[in-house]
């Protein structure tokens, strides 16, 4: 974890993707007295907006992503096995990895809330805030989080397939899009694997709406043992 928080690039996506929420934010929506719980809505739509979905598949294989392609061709990839053995490497690696497209995310995120919450709360009626309301904005951080901790895999996936930064940063961002032009252009029922949903949540994942989160768990947890098949096969070489 040390190792991830020493990452520029952690915090130079977490400052962009801080960047997409103030940019994106729904400022025509500021209708002065605001009421009780606003300043949490508006938050969630900043969350939801096409400039944060655009930052997703870009800032969340930034800081990590290609971390086995910086390693492998510095050579400091053998000097590593030799210190921990291989199946040691890949649980941290693809757990680094994962978390690298997490945090980001989440403490963009979380100082975005703060903001909102210092400079529009003073604004709001005097009234109580409804607990799922804050519950709800819980969820959708998190869901990004995912979203993002996913994105992060793939990148991995691909760094450690073809040792190329190019390929490890830009094929989760085309196999994103790809998704989305499918469903905008192609197969507009497609929901269920389109990106904007995972995040919006505005469809039918069963009575509770527990289909999503066993969706995304289910991938995280697919795209992490992909990873770390790939790595143990590349590992094999060295």
Same mark, same amino acid.
């Given at each position: 974890m040390n190792e991830l928080f020493r990452e520029k690039g952690l915090w130079a996506?977490?400052? !962009? $993707? @801080?960047?997409? =929420? !103030?940019? /994106?934010f729904p400022y025509d929506q500021i209708k002065?007295? =605001?009421?009780a719980g606003d300043f949490l809505k508006l938050y969630q739509e900043a969350l939801c907006t096409q400039i944060v979905l655009f930052c997703i598949p870009i800032m969340s294989v930034l800081p990590v992503g290609a971390v086995f392609v910086r390693e492998s061709s510095s050579g400091f990839l053998k000097l590593y096995i030799n210190r921990i053995s291989r199946t040691e490497y890949i649980k941290r690696k693809t757990m680094q990895i994962y978390l690298g497209g997490i945090l980001p995310v989440f403490f963009a995120g979380l100082f975005g809330a703060l903001v909102c919450f210092l400079f529009l709360y003073p604004l709001e009626l005097v009234g109580e805030i409804a607990a799922d309301e804050v519950w709800k904005a819980v969820l959708l951080l998190a869901r990004v989080c995912l979203v993002g901790g996913i994105m992060a895999e793939v990148s991995g996936i691909f760094a450690a397939l073809f040792?190329? @930064?190019? &390929? *490890?940063?830009? &094929?989760? @961002? !085309?196999? $994103?899009? =790809?998704l989305v032009i499918l469903k905008e252009r192609y197969l507009p029922e497609m929901y269920s694997m389109y990106p904007g949903e995972w995040i919006a949540f505005e469809k039918n994942w069963g009575a509770d709406g527990g289909g999503l989160w066993w969706f995304?768990?289910? @991938?995280?947890? *697919? *795209? /992490?043992? =992909?990873?770390g098949i790939v790595l143990y096969m590349r590992l094999k070489e060295i």
């Open positions: 996506a977490a400052a !962009v $993707y @801080f960047a997409a =929420l !103030v940019i /994106g002065i007295p =605001l009421q040792g190329n @930064f190019y &390929m *490890a940063y830009g &094929m989760p @961002f !085309v196999g $994103y899009y =790809l995304l768990g289910t @991938f995280s947890l *697919a *795209a /992490g043992l =992909l990873h």
